[in-house]
Every structure is written in C-alpha cells, then in structure tokens.
C-alpha cells in the first residue's frame, strides 16, 4: 500500500476486498457471484454481517458464508495474488469445519 509519498508503507497492513478474496479462494466462479451473495448479507467477516464486496479482509479474519447446500466457515492464512489452481488456492485458507469422517468406533 502505498503512502502518502507514493512509496510502499512497509507499517501498512496487507489486506484485500473480500468479493476477490472469496474468487481467488475459488469459493465462487466469478467475483460477481461472490459480490451478490455479500451483497444480499449472507457473509459474515469475523461474526459480522457485511454488504460491501469492498470490505477489506486480513490474514487471520474469519468468514462464514453459504457454499452450495452447505455453510462454510474458514480463517483467512493469506492473501493471493492472483486465482490460481485450486492447490495454490487452498493454501489460502483452513477450514474449520469438522471433518465429516466416519466415527472409527462404528
């Protein structure tokens, strides 16, 4: 980010708009898919309602969002660069959810 010189601020967070971060995630096909559904206020950044697909996320925010017939709930651990392959893309960030694996016990 840069300063008020024009040179990088090295102190200034990274951060980057949510509607790109989900498309670089490869949670949505599209950043306008994703922007609608930020849009009709089903994201939530940190446990907070959000409708802007502007709202600037960081590495350590946590979003929860509807994914297909399921509620997603992920910690941001990066920020990319740019939409790549889906292994780059998970790099991106750590599902919490808890595994559907079969209790070993059964």
């Known amino acids: 980010m840069a300063g008020p010189s024009g040179r990088p601020d090295p102190d200034a967070a990274a951060k980057l708009r949510l509607d790109k971060w989900l498309w670089q995630a490869r949670f949505f096909k599209s950043r306008s898919l994703a922007a609608a559904v930020i849009e009709a206020g089903s994201v939530r950044v940190n446990g ?4 802007r697909p502007g709202r600037d996320v960081v590495a350590g925010d946590t979003l929860t969002f509807p994914q297909g017939n399921r509620i997603r709930l992920v910690r941001i651990t990066a920020l990319g660069h740019r939409r790549g392959p889906a292994t780059e ?11 559907a694996a079969p209790d070993p016990l059964e």
């Open 89 to 99: 893309a998970q790099a991106l960030y750590l599902d919490l959810e808890p595994s």
């Open 48 to 51: 907070t309602r959000v409708s």
